[in-house]
């Protein structure tokens, strides 16, 4: 059974960092890993993305702010996000794209609340 959970969220000022994890199980081959978010009354966004040789995407709003990183031996994605703004407020939900015998499969997490706020 494949199962994706996150943890790391919280409420932290403005500037403050935080650091969210994804960990997989019941995965054994891992196309790419790819963490989102969704505000409130908006629609959910890529924030980052790694694929499977390591490769690096990010949304333009976080680049240079938030770094995506995985353990391989703990099969667990890593997002870590400095700087942060009120902006950067949303349920942050990880998704990892494997690849089956019935083709690619996108699997979800359930989402960690992520709150910046004086």
């Known amino acids: 059974q494949v199962q994706l959970v996150e943890s790391g969220g919280g409420e932290v000022q403005p500037g403050g960092s935080l650091r969210l994890s994804c960990a997989a199980s019941g995965i054994i081959f891992v196309l790419d890993s790819s963490w989102y978010r969704q505000a409130p009354g908006k629609q959910r966004e890529l924030v980052a993305r790694?694929?499977?040789?390591?490769?690096?995407d990010y949304a333009d709003s976080v680049k240079g702010r938030f770094t995506i990183s995985r353990d391989n031996a703990k099969r667990t994605v890593y997002l870590q996000m400095n700087s942060l703004k009120p902006d950067d407020t949303a349920v942050y939900s990880c998704?990892?794209?494997?690849?089956?015998?019935?083709?690619?499969?996108?699997?979800w997490g359930q989402g960690t609340q992520v709150t910046v706020s004086s």
């Open positions: 790694i694929t499977s040789s390591g490769s690096t």
């Open positions: 998704s990892t794209r494997a690849a089956t015998g019935y083709g690619p499969v996108n699997y």
